[in-house]
């Protein structure tokens, strides 16, 4: 195992909470927390309005080390994620576990968990790379098909920079863990149904051009899992 | 359209943060909430840690207006979640919106969001009936099929009741919506790709005796869309 990966240790240092209570979960590595991050289309940001979590859907991009989360400047979840510590939740749910007791019953998941305080992006060269990563992210190969930002649509935009320095990664996989007393009154079912994610066949918008062609980066995208 | 659905009104009561932004992906039904959440496999809980949101991937089940969420009574997210205001989101992820420009890239989702205290469910009865709806919500015909929670079991769950009263529920559909200029320049593709969630072959656990037929619960579960 590499010490480092884009500068930052390999191994994930946990704090208390990012401590993951059931051990055999967690994973430790920083390269898993990448992975789990990139694998996920949207995350869910949680921030602090009035003394009250507020949890809303977000596309993301990451960059090296940090996450990059947008929206229009007049977000509340984005004013708010400025003055108070920030949580960014990113969830991949690959299959739900029937088990012999409903008790054992599962999901088979992974999910990665970001603490920080979030710093809202103020240099023009990093806005504009860290919208090309959220893009590219969300639609890989939109950045150089699509028409750029202007500078209008850059200042009606705001960006929030979240370290990964203070993170957890949980994975569930595999078959149900039953009680040896359920496996031998062998009375239930038990075992994995597999969750895929699939795209359906590109909707062109009705005010295309007669002709156009869907380009490669939408008809050859692959499924995300 | 009804005045009263599971004797709550009709009509979501927006309050100043249940309020949406663009008000025209807000569904304003309290029939729209039931369904987002209904729809949804796994909800995402914020809560408040030592000042800090917490924000967990968990299963859920909803019975007439509340939503329940459970776990292990060691649970850090459910201990906190008693103590301060919690809010829960569930997100379904319907498409990539690829515009011709990439400011007005997008995504089509309904989404739910909860504001509320939660109440630590005590009565015996409501906590069996609300492991059930927990249950039946992830894996339909599972509560019928396998064991029953022991008393032991249920000692060691803790279940919290959410309250869907304080609620907002956004919902974006359709094609990019582009300036004028971008269409009348036609020089990116652009539409929506949909994305689906569909199961994979059920996977018998290998402890299951020969020749165990799998359910048709489980053969026959409707993809979620």
Redesign the interface.
């Known amino acids: 195992m590499r010490d480092k990966i884009d500068g930052m240790p390999a191994a994930l240092s946990p704090t208390p909470?990012s401590t993951i209570?059931k051990s055999a979960r967690a994973r430790s590595e920083r390269a898993a927390l990448y992975e789990v991050l990139d694998a996920a289309?949207?995350a869910?940001?949680?921030?602090?309005?009035?003394?009250?979590?507020?949890?809303?859907?977000t596309?993301f991009g990451r960059i090296g080390d940090t996450v990059y989360v947008h929206g229009?400047t007049?977000?509340?979840s984005l004013r708010a994620g400025t003055r108070?510590?920030?949580?960014?939740?990113v969830?991949l749910?690959d299959?739900?576990v029937?088990?012999?007791?409903?008790?054992h019953?599962s999901?088979n998941?992974r999910?990665a968990?970001l603490?920080a305080q979030a710093r809202l992006v103020t240099d023009p060269q990093e806005k504009l790379d860290s919208?090309q990563a959220v893009?590219e992210h969300?639609?890989p190969g939109?950045?150089a098909?699509?028409?750029?930002?202007?500078a209008k649509?850059l200042a009606a935009?705001t960006v929030l920079a979240i370290d990964t320095a203070e993170a957890s990664v949980k994975v569930r996989s595999g078959?149900?863990v039953?009680d040896q007393s359920?496996?031998d009154?062998?009375?239930?079912?038990?075992?994995?149904?597999?969750?895929?994610?699939?795209?359906?066949?590109?909707?062109?918008?009705?005010?295309?051009?007669e002709g156009?062609?869907?380009?490669a980066h939408?008809t050859e995208?692959p499924s995300?899992g």
């Open positions: 909470r209570r289309l949207i869910h940001l949680g921030v602090i309005v009035d003394g009250a979590p507020l949890v809303l859907p596309t229009s007049g977000a509340l108070e510590p920030v949580c960014l939740t969830t749910l299959g739900l029937y088990a012999r007791s409903v008790f019953h999901a998941y999910s968990v603490h919208l893009v969300l639609t939109s950045w098909h699509a028409r750029q930002p202007t649509e935009t078959p149900p039953d359920d496996l009154a062998a009375t239930a079912w038990a075992g994995v149904l597999p969750l895929h994610q699939r795209w359906g066949p590109p909707q062109p918008c009705a005010l295309l051009p156009s062609v869907v380009p939408v995208r995300p």
